[in-house]
């Protein structure tokens, strides 16, 4: 490897600075988080935790975390994670574990349910600030961009599920 001096050093780190996607698009990802965190925080959620809730709520059954984590393209660390903040909220609860106790399973409680109800007018308020901030087509270009990037990428999509063994 060759030796560079600071200047080549400070030129290449401002092109990465200044050129990078992935810096833009998480600046974005955390703008839109703090807002969506703010409306959710009288309800006792974050966002990742909205988010896992919801898929769960949508799957409609008893779910792996590694499933969940498939689902929307995280880690499963993550996703145990926000599954941990839920269960002590009583919004999932642990449906059933395997003989081994590696497998676990999860479900949406009632509790879990009416927490999404009551969280929904202000999901509302940060997806219209959402649009306000950056357009009326923003979920078209958004969807449009995940599917170029996820084209490659071995995930489970909604439609697969159904086809999900236990």
Avoid: K
Wanted: with cysteine; proline share 4%; glycine share 8%.
């Amino acid at each position: 490897m060759q030796q560079i001096g600071e200047a080549e050093a400070r030129r290449q780190a401002r092109q990465m600075v200044e050129g990078c996607l992935g810096r833009r698009i998480a600046r974005l990802q955390r703008l839109v988080g703090r807002r969506v965190d703010a409306e959710l925080r009288q309800f006792g959620l974050t966002a990742p935790q909205l988010e896992v809730l919801s898929e769960l709520a949508f799957f409609d059954g008893p779910a792996r975390p590694s499933e969940i984590a498939d689902w929307l393209g995280l880690e499963r660390s993550t996703v145990s994670r926000n599954l941990d903040g839920l269960v002590q909220r009583g919004f999932v609860q642990v449906a059933a574990t395997s003989s081994t106790g590696r497998t676990t399973r999860v479900t949406v409680t009632e509790a879990g349910y009416q927490a999404l109800a009551d969280a929904e007018p202000a999901w509302h308020r940060a997806q219209a600030w959402i649009s306000a901030a950056l357009g009326s087509h923003t979920a078209e270009t958004l969807d449009q961009w995940l599917a170029a990037l996820e084209s490659d990428q071995p995930t489970h999509r909604r439609d697969d599920r159904a086809d999900l063994g236990p």
